[in-house]
C-alpha cells in the first residue's frame, strides 16, 4: 500500500492504555466538541504568529525599542518557538499530551497578559519568549490529541483539512486583526486577545479531551535533545540575522553553521542513543522524511509571499499597513477553502495526487504575480484573484504533508510525528521571511525606492514559484506509490 494514501482496511489498532481505538465513522457530538477545542487553540496560535507584525513600529514607541532591536520582539518569539518544538513534543509524549496542552495554553495566557501590560522592553521579551514556549509545546501536543482522538482515513483526513484551514487562516486574521487593534485601540490588545481564549480552553479541555500517552513511557534523550534545541536554535537566529544583515555578516553564519553542526552531531547521537529521542527508523520511512520537506517548502513559500506582497502594496503601491493586512482577506478565504478541498481530493484520488496538484495550482499562481505593475487597479485585479487561488493550492499541500507524515504510524509514535510536522511548520515560517528579504535586498541593490523594491519582490516571487515546484517534484518523484504489501 502506498504510504502517501489512506489505508481502506486495517485491523483496529490498540490505543494508549491497550484497548482498541475508537474507529467512528462519523462525527458524533463528543468528537465535535473535541475537534472545536483542539481548533481553536490552533487557530488562536495561528493568530499569534502574525498579530504583532503591523504592530511592531506602535510597541517600539510605547516602550523605547531602538530601530536596531524591534526585530527581536518577533525574534524571541520565533526562536523559542522553532527550537523547543520538537523536545516539548517529545516532553507529551512522557507525561501526558492533554496535560502539556493545557498547561502550556494556561502559560500563553499568562505570557499575554503580562506582555500586554509591560512596561518595559525586558518584560515585553521575557513575555514573548514564553509565548513561543507554549506554541512550542502546544502545537505538537495539540495535532497529536487530533491524530489519536480520529482514526486514520477519511475523518482524520477531514479533521487535519479544518486544522490546516483554520491554521492559515489564522496567520492571515493576525495580518489583519493586528492593524485593527493597533489602529483603534492599542497593540497591547493585540496581546490581551489572547487571554479569554486561552482561558475558555484551559477550563473546557479537561472535561472533554481524553489523556493521550505511549503505555511505556519512553526515556529523556538529553544529548539528543540538546543537541537538536541548540541545532534549532542556531539555524533559526541564523536565518533571522540574514534577513536583518545579509548572509555573509559574522552572526548570521555563525548562528547557521553552528546550528548545522549541532543537527549533524544530533544524527551521529541517534543512532548510537538505546532510546533516541527520533528513531532514525522513523526518519526513514519515506512518508515521515519526505512528508516533513514538503511541509517545510510549503510554509516558507506562502508566509513569505505575504511579506514580498505587504512590501509590494506598502512601499510600491502606497497602502497603509492596515490596508495591506486587509488585502489578505481573500489569502485566507483561499486557505479555507483548500482546507475543505483537501479531504475530499484525497479520498478521491490519492495524498500525493493532491500534494502535486495543489503544488501545482500554487506555483501556476504565484508566478502569475510576476506580471504586477506599478498601478493599484490592475494590480488589484491581478493581486487578488491570484492569492486566492494560490492560497487554495497551498492549503492543499498543506493538509496532504500533514495527512503524509503522520499517517500509516501508531499511536505511540503520533507525538514524535507530529513534532516533526510541527517543527518544520516552525521552521519554515521562520525561514521564509529571511530568504526572502535576502533575495530582495540582493536584487535591489540595496536600494529602497518604489521602483527598486518593484524589481526586488519580483525576483523574489520567482525563487519563490521555483521552491514551489521543488516541491512539485519531491511528490512526484520521491513518493511515488509502491506495490501494495501482504
Known sequence: MSSTTAP?????????????????????????????????????LAVDFSILNVALPAIGDGLGFSLANLQWIATAFALAAAGFTLFLGRIGDIVGRKRIFIGSLALLGAASLAGGLATTPTVLLIARVAQGLATAAATPAGLSLLTTSFPEGPLRQKALGINGALMSAGFTTGAILGGVLTDLLSWRYAFFINVPVALAVVLIAPTVIKESRPV????????????????????????????????????????????????????????????????????????????NVLGLLAFVTET???????????????????????????????????????????????????????????????????????????????????????GIGNMLVIVGFMVTATGGLPDDEQGLATGLASMSQQVGITMGTPIMSAVVTAAAGGAAGAAAVHHGVTVAIAVNAGLVLVGVAVAAVLLRRRAPRS
Not at 534545541?229 to 555573509?248: C, P
Not at 482577506?329 to 475543505?340: A, D, E, F, H, K
Open 8 to 44: 481502506r482496511s486495517r485491523p483496529a489498532r490498540r490505543g494508549a492504555a491497550g484497548a482498541p481505538a475508537p474507529r467512528e465513522q462519523q462525527l458524533t457530538g463528543r468528537l465535535k466538541l473535541v475537534l472545536a477545542v483542539l481548533l481553536i487553540a490552533q487557530f488562536m
Open 304 to 390: 513569505s509571499l505575504v511579506y514580498l506582497l505587504t512590501l509590494y502594496l506598502q512601499k510600491t503601491l502606497g497602502f497603509s499597513p492596515l490596508a495591506a493586512g486587509v488585502s489578505f482577506g481573500v489569502l485566507g478565504l483561499g486557505t479555507v477553502v483548500g482546507g475543505l478541498l483537501a479531504p475530499k481530493a484525497i479520498a478521491r484520488t490519492s495524498t500525493r495526487g493532491v500534494l502535486i496538484a495543489g503544488g501545482v495550482i500554487q506555483a501556476v499562481f504565484t508566478a502569475a504575480l510576476l506580471a504586477l505593475g506599478t498601478s493599484t487597479g490592475p494590480a488589484l485585479a491581478l493581486l487578488l484573484p491570484a492569492t486566492f487561488f494560490g
Open 216 to 291: 511505556a513511557r519512553p526515556r529523556i534523550d538529553l544529548p539528543g535533545a540538546l543537541a537538536v534545541t541548540l541545532g534549532l536554535l542556531g539555524l533559526v537566529y541564523g536565518l533571522t540575522q540574514a534577513g536583518e544583515d545579509g548572509w555573509t555578516h559574522p552572526r548570521a553564519l555563525a548562528g547557521l553553521l553552528g546550528g548545522a553542526a549541532l543537527l549533524a552531531a544530533f544524527f551521529l547521537i541517534e543512532r548510537r542513543t538505546a532510546e533516541p529521542l527520533v528513531p532514525l527508523r522513523v526518519l526513514g520511512r519515506r512518508s515521515v522524511a519526505w512528508g
